[in-house]
């Protein structure tokens, strides 16, 4: 029960590694609050307070964090799993689609840090920034993506440093090729997906996909106190893939 009398928040929570990482929490004594841009959320339990919105808007961002501090009072743990990929080429890709991915994946993340920072307890607390491999290193057809990631990096980096003093956490998990439901999809829907997948693995060292409970538990080091010495600190969760 290593996040007992823990309250904390999930988003991007209707699928993937967001809904492992609930799941993994829950089972550790936390007390929820989840969000995502679903309607309703089939994997939320009793005890979970559940709050649909799109954090690309600060007014829904705001509203949420009153309606956490109304439900809950303090947060001490913020788990910023949401985001959105859209690969393309630089050349090819759209200015809002630009923008998008950009506010998505990295200003949507910046405005739940800014509003839910002042509602963390007075001995601390600890975000965790679900980033990617993407922030760390290039790839074609995903620029803007490895932007937006790149830039959560830095905004974790910083804000480890401003928040210090008050004893606020802020680290990142880089996952790498995570065999959440989208990424499965996708490869179904290559004309060989057996073959596709074993080219895909073969790029990484450990020679396969991650599962989202790996992502999970590393989630779960950085939020709990067993991580308490580490702040402005990337771990990747990518079988070896950033090693090289």
């Known amino acids: 029960m290593r996040l007992e009398k823990v309250t904390a928040l999930v988003t991007g929570a209707s699928s993937g590694i967001g809904e492992a990482v609930s799941a993994r929490f829950r089972r550790e004594g936390a007390r929820l609050l989840l969000t995502g841009r679903r309607e309703r959320l089939d994997s939320a339990q009793p005890d979970d307070l559940y ?3 799109d954090l690309n808007d600060e007014a829904v961002v705001e509203a949420l964090a ?3 501090a ?7 743990v913020v788990v910023l799993n949401h985001g959105l990929q859209a ?5 090819d890709m759209a200015y809002d689609d630009a923008r998008n991915v950009l506010h998505s994946n990295l200003l949507s993340a910046f405005l739940v840090m800014k509003h ?7 001995a601390g607390g600890s975000f965790v920034c679900v980033g990617s491999r993407l922030g760390m290193v290039g790839m074609p057809g995903e620029v803007l993506y490895s932007a937006a990631k790149g830039g959560l990096i830095m905004l974790a980096k910083g804000a480890a ?3 210090a003093p008050r004893n606020i956490r802020v680290n990142v998990v880089a996952p790498g090729l995570t065999a959440t439901p989208i990424i499965e999809s996708s490869f179904e829907r290559r004309p060989d997906p057996e073959a596709y997948r074993r080219q895909r693995e073969s790029q990484i060292p450990l020679q396969r996909l991650a599962s989202p409970e790996e992502v999970a538990d590393a989630v ?3 939020a709990s106190s067993e991580s308490s010495y580490i702040t402005g600190a990337v771990l990747p969760v990518d079988g070896g893939y950033t090693a090289f």
């Open 70 to 76: 109304e439900s809950v009072g303090t947060v001490d």
């Open 66 to 68: 009153r309606q956490a």
């Open 161 to 163: 440093i401003e928040w």
């Open 220 to 222: 779960l080091f950085l």
């Open 87 to 91: 690969s393309s080429s630089l050349t």
């Open 51 to 53: 709050v649909p919105g």
């Open 116 to 122: 839910f920072a002042p509602l963390m307890p007075a």
